[in-house]
């Protein structure tokens, strides 16, 4: 191995390491802080500052990682273009791009860590150390990104575009180099680049937007119109970069990572099968029973990853074949499972439940309006509308499995005598119940430590990993020690894709807020749209085509911020919007042609795309029915946080 390439690889490891070892310490030291508060010893000072920059850290170094595995988060409609020499041209384009953003963002952080972050310590550990992540992260991934193409020439643009956006970023060398004094001909150069922001802002934006739709990553996209938008409105450069330091500086969201990592250790291991089993022990007598379990496992395990496409592809053999076995046709079995796998994000800890708070709460604290509802109501808001939308699908799963012919009896088909009916029989229960209990125990402690009190979301968060990491590796054993930087080699590319998708959309709300689009916007549609029965159909269409077509994170971070101020026009309660939004996004994931959800199961099951979109349309259809209910009856998002209110 040559030293160039030693280095390299020394270069990973390290990388690797610093996002395994902040991860890991996002769970100690809540679950440290816990520990020690029985005995009245109280650290959350000294634990929650290193937390809240080690998630810095972690998301920089973790989305670096995601750029290593191609992994960041695209929308890519260039991949319907027939002629390979197009998207070739495309993808090429969009990596300049990317490559000339991310070098402009990272020159464009130095004047704020060196101006803005003087003299701060976290402990005694100055922030500087903590926010050098940030120019470090934009530079890795932009080097990353530039390897891309497989052809010298194709190499020579990204290399170049990494000079024109040092070019570009001229406006923020020149302030840390000389800070207001910028001698000539730096000047002049530096006015012409801020006259340049302003007469090029809007074919900017529509440029970034085009190229983020042919497939370049959304979080790219997302930095560039805000830099392009503040700087036309008169700002530093650099002020995009304080929003973004203050989202992951923030408490709020680092449950985030720790509830994705405990649904990876959940996948990675035999939970799902010891769960299958024991629902299917407790159910399968009821008419209907499989069905039954495959909805709430599918909502179970989607929950914790908060991702329904992880579930497809962690529980859908498994499902797939205990349906089979139990008579079911292929078509009611494999839609009733790609339509089960995203039911959980109405449940605790889901992840866009956090992120739909954290966002409404931050837009409108920008608005200047008053805060009420917590996170906690958000979770008690979701709890009618997501037991809706369970019900619906095990109901529509019973209506086509009896219109094919499955008679319902104990197991689900009381005709067939099935290789594994043994697993049916009442005697098998408790040692079912045994195998699967430290996993069932999981949620119950987590939903009665949070809503009694005794646990913040962070702790739970912390909890949840160490309490799953000891059952699967030291208990039950499914995960060799020696396997676990392999589970968090899996969760750190997801989280690094979704969590710089976040920090980025933090930059552009603040935009957005700034330069008064949303106000502006809110205003047209009043005057536009008088009903608002109306405005919640226009809404509820558009994040449905929305939700085909780009993932829910990037749509929380980026629409939730003009759909709030809308949504404060028209009288609607926010958290009513948040049910609202999580339920159109998550519906998208199934939409004929194009929901995400629907490739994922054509390449679990190896059936056609066409088949999994007409296995899938009955559950789709019924899935717009309880997102028209829940829209129009406030009352079943409402009621029981009201009772938390009172």
């Known amino acids: 191995m040559t030293a160039k390439l030693r280095t390299l690889s020394a270069g990973r490891a390290a990388e690797r390491w610093i996002c395994f070892g902040s991860l890991a310490l996002l769970a100690l030291f809540p679950v440290a802080e816990l520990v020690l508060r029985q005995f009245n010893v109280h650290i959350q000072g000294i634990s929650r500052a290193l937390s809240v920059h080690l998630f810095l850290v972690l998301v920089f170094f973790a989305a670096t990682l995601a750029a290593g595995a191609k992994a960041h988060i695209a929308i890519g409609i260039s991949q319907y273009i027939r002629g390979a020499a197009v998207r070739r041209a495309l993808e090429l384009a969009g990596t300049v791009l990317v490559v000339f953003l991310l070098t402009l ?21 100055p922030a500087v150390v903590f926010a050098l992540a940030m120019p470090v992260g934009y530079f890795v991934m932009a080097v990353r990104f530039a390897l891309y193409p497989a052809t010298k020439a194709g190499r020579a643009l990204t290399f170049a575009a990494i000079a024109v956006g040092t070019a570009a970023a001229l406006p923020s060398l020149a302030k840390y180099l000389w800070f207001f004094g910028v001698p000539q001909p730096f000047y002049g150069w530096v006015v ?90 407790f159910f399968s007598w009821l008419p209907g029973g499989v069905i039954i379990v495959a909805v709430l496992i599918s909502a179970f395990f989607s929950s914790f990853t908060g991702a329904s496409g992880v579930t497809i592809l962690a529980l859908g053999g498994i499902l797939y074949t205990i349906f089979r076995r139990q008579g079911y046709p292929e078509s009611t079995s494999v839609g009733l499972i790609t339509a089960a796998a995203g039911s959980g994000v109405m449940f605790p800890p889901s992840l866009a439940i956090i992120l739909v708070f954290s966002t409404s709460s931050m837009i409108l604290h920008f608005m200047n309006v008053p805060v009420t509802y917590t996170v906690m109501h958000y979770f008690a808001g979701a709890v009618i509308p997501g037991a809706i939308l369970l ?24 005709g067939s005598v099935t290789p594994d009916a043994a697993a049916d029989a009442p005697g098998g229960a408790l040692p079912a119940l045994k195998d699967s209990f430290f996993e069932l125990l999981l949620p119950v402690l987590l939903i009665v430590g949070f809503f009694s009190g005794r646990l913040t979301l962070i702790e739970a968060g912390a909890v949840s990993v160490v309490y799953v990491a000891v059952v ?34 933090s930059g552009l709300s603040y935009a957005f807020v700034f330069s008064g689009i949303p106000e502006t ?88 795309f066409m088949h999994i979109c007409r296995c899938v349309i ?29």
């Open 618 to 646: 009955p559950f789709f259809l019924v899935r717009i029915g309880v997102l028209l209910l829940v829209a129009y009856i406030p009352q079943l998002s409402t009621w029981l946080p009201g009772l938390l209110l009172r």
């Open 105 to 125: 963002l990272a020159w464009n952080t130095l004047p704020f860590i060196r101006y803005g972050l003087a003299g701060r310590t976290v402990t005694v550990i």
């Open 391 to 414: 019900g619906a699908t095990v109901a529509t799963g019973m209506v086509l499995a009896r219109r094919a012919g499955v008679v319902f009896g104990r197991g689900g088909n009381a």
């Open 472 to 505: 699967e590796v030291f208990i039950k054993r499914d995960i060799a020690v020696k396997a676990v930087p392999a589970v968090f080699a899996k969760a750190v590319p997801v989280i690094g894709s979704v969590l710089v998708i976040l920090a980025m959309a």
């Open 521 to 608: 916007f809110a205003a047209w549609m009043e005057s536009t749209v008088h009903s608002r029965l109306v405005f919640l159909l226009l809404l509820n269409l558009t994040l449905l085509l929305v939700g085909c077509v780009v993932d829910m994170f990037s749509a929380i971070m980026v629409l939730l911020p003009l759909v709030v101020p809308l949504g404060y026009v028209y009288g609607i309660d926010p958290l009513h919007l948040g049910i609202i939004f999580i339920l159109n996004l998550e519906a998208g994931f199934l939409t004929p042609p194009v929901g995400i959800n629907l490739f994922l199961a054509s390449s679990r099951f190896g059936k056609p």
């Open 192 to 281: 012409w680049l801020y006259d340049a922001a302003i007469v090029m802002q809007a074919p900017a934006i529509l440029l970034l937007i085009a190229a983020a739709l042919a497939g370049m990553p959304i979080f790219a996209a997302i930095g560039g119109i805000a830099t392009v938008m503040l700087m036309a409105a008169g700002q530093e450069p650099e002020a995009f970069h304080i929003p973004v330091f203050d989202t992951l500086t923030s408490p709020d969201l680092i449950a985030i990572p720790l509830f994705t990592l405990t649904g990876f250790f959940l996948s990675e291991s035999r939970a799902g099968e010891r769960l299958v089993r024991t629902f299917r022990v």
